[in-house]
């Protein structure tokens, strides 16, 4: 039979909701150390942040691959799973993109709060919106972990797998970030990896490295 640590839960917090007499309730659970302990894992958020085409999906694909080959839980966020499902209606205006991250932001929480390591891949360009990912993790005291793949602009471009960047060139795509929108480099990320000099097994270890040291991979006896 599993014992279950008794816990304070968290006050009820009553929130307004858009203007109408709605009230949302919070409601009491598991805290996130009670949950680590009963699953024997951590959570966390491995945020990938870069230009389009420097490596960000590869890199955490592959880790992803890893991580669960290590019988880790984790699972990986990016634009084929959230843009064509959760995020369809979104566009690529300041706002849309702003939006985009704060709900990725708020998915990825939700994950990590479950101890799931939780990778997300989005260019993520603005950095009040990696900031607000960040917060969000903080406020609930669960590890936020910031990797910038860095590569030069002209390198994204001659990779250019998808031919996005020439197409942004013609002006065939508008607001592409590097081109016609801007991408403000993280100012203190957690792992920084240059693409392009780092392949994708590097970079993999590099990243478990960090894991490792800062005791993000370490496993307990699920129950106890």
């Known amino acids: 039979m599993l014992s279950i640590p008794p816990h304070t839960p968290p006050p009820l917090i009553f929130i307004h909701y858009n203007g109408s007499n709605r009230n949302i ?9 009670e949950r680590s302990a009963l699953r024997g894992q951590k959570g ?5 942040t870069g230009l389009s085409a420097s490596g960000k999906s590869t890199i955490a694909t592959a880790l992803e691959q890893h991580l669960l080959h290590q019988g880790l839980a984790a699972y990986r966020l990016d634009g084929d799973n959230v843009r064509f499902g959760l995020n369809k209606d979104l566009g690529f205006s300041e706002k849309d ?8 932001a708020e998915v990825a929480l939700l994950f990590a709060d479950s101890c799931t390591i939780t990778l997300t ?4 360009p603005y950095r009040d919106d990696r900031l607000l990912a960040r917060a969000l993790h903080e406020a609930r005291s669960i590890s936020f972990v910031e ?56 970079a993999v270890a590099q990243i478990v490295v960090y894991l490792k040291e800062k ?5 307990g006896n699920p129950g106890i």
């Open 147 to 202: 990797v910038y793949i860095q590569v030069p602009l002209s390198v994204a471009e001659e990779r250019d797998p998808k031919g996005l960047y020439a197409k942004a060139r013609k002006g065939e795509i508008k607001d592409f970030t590097g081109v016609s929108a801007p991408y403000e480099e993280p100012e203190k990320a957690e792992i920084v990896v240059d693409s392009s000099e780092t392949g994708v097994e590097a």
């Open 215 to 219: 005791g993000l991979l370490e496993r």
């Open 44 to 48: 966390c958020t491995l945020w990938f």
């Open 121 to 124: 891949s989005f260019i993520s």
């Open 25 to 33: 309730t919070w409601h009491p659970s598991l805290t996130h150390p």
């Open 97 to 104: 993109r702003g939006e985009n991250i704060r709900r990725i």
